[in-house]
T-cell receptor, first 117, second 116 residues
């Protein structure tokens, strides 16, 4: 019962470094998203994907890239880390049935706590 | 544009009492879904309850109920008989059918403290 798996759980980066946050789901969900969580701001959408090969920007996409080569994986890349990207990052997936029925919840990974120094 | 507003940054409740967490929303979508998630100190996001915009009755799930007032655009979460384990961050969230039914937007959250 893996669900959505994020790695790593914790990461410290130096300003200017790049890295990739991994996200994988085994539920065959079409829709996947990346969020960042900051105190007092809830979760904000960074990028999302509606299927393999299709991605789009959310509210706060600057400084991040994504790709979706398979249904299962949706990595998030930080191109040149900045202290403003210190946050907790969540990956989430939703079954396509949720698009119109909207009664299926999003499944979340455990989160990645990223600190940029 | 869609927006979720949670005006209570923090709430205290005595164990075994009921508590209401406020949530108001704004959307032009005629069809939408409202969700509540719990985030304990361990950090994971736990789905609690769902309310559809066309549902006639308020949703209930065990000790959780959703007080849905469509005309007021509010979707408050009611937790009955609070337990110490209910101490957590609670997020109200929404998806709209016409604005991407899979894109969930979240409020800023309410931190609930349950006192023994």
């Amino acid at each position: 019962n893996a669900g959505v798996t994020q790695t790593p759980k914790f990461q410290v980066l130096k300003t200017g470094q790049s890295m990739t946050l991994q996200c994988a789901q085994d539920m065959n969900h079409e829709y996947m998203s990346w969020y960042r969580q900051d105190p007092g701001m809830g979760l904000r959408l960074i990028h999302y994907s509606v299927g393999a090969g299709i991605t789009d920007q959310g509210e706060v996409p600057n400084g991040y890239n994504v790709s979706r080569s398979t249904t299962e994986d949706f990595p998030l890349r930080l191109l040149s880390a900045a202290p403003s990207q210190t946050s907790v990052y969540f990956c989430a997936s939703i079954s396509r049935i949720g698009e119109f029925e909207m009664n299926t919840e999003a499944f979340f990974g455990q989160g990645t706590r990223l600190t940029v120094v | 544009a869609q927006k979720i507003t949670q005006t209570q940054p923090g709430m205290f409740v005595q164990e075994k009492e009921a508590v209401t967490l406020d949530c108001t929303y704004d959307t032009s979508d005629p069809s939408y879904g409202l969700f509540w998630y719990k985030q304990p100190s361990s950090g994971e996001m736990i789905f609690l309850i769902y309310q559809g915009s066309y549902d006639q009755q308020n949703a209930t799930e065990g000790r959780y109920s959703l007080n849905f007032q469509k005309a007021r655009k509010s979707a408050n979460l009611v937790i009955s008989a609070s337990q110490l384990g209910d101490s957590a961050m609670y997020f109200c969230a929404m998806r709209g059918r016409n604005t991407g039914g899979f894109k969930t937007i979240f409020g800023a959250g309410t931190r609930l403290f349950v006192k023994a």
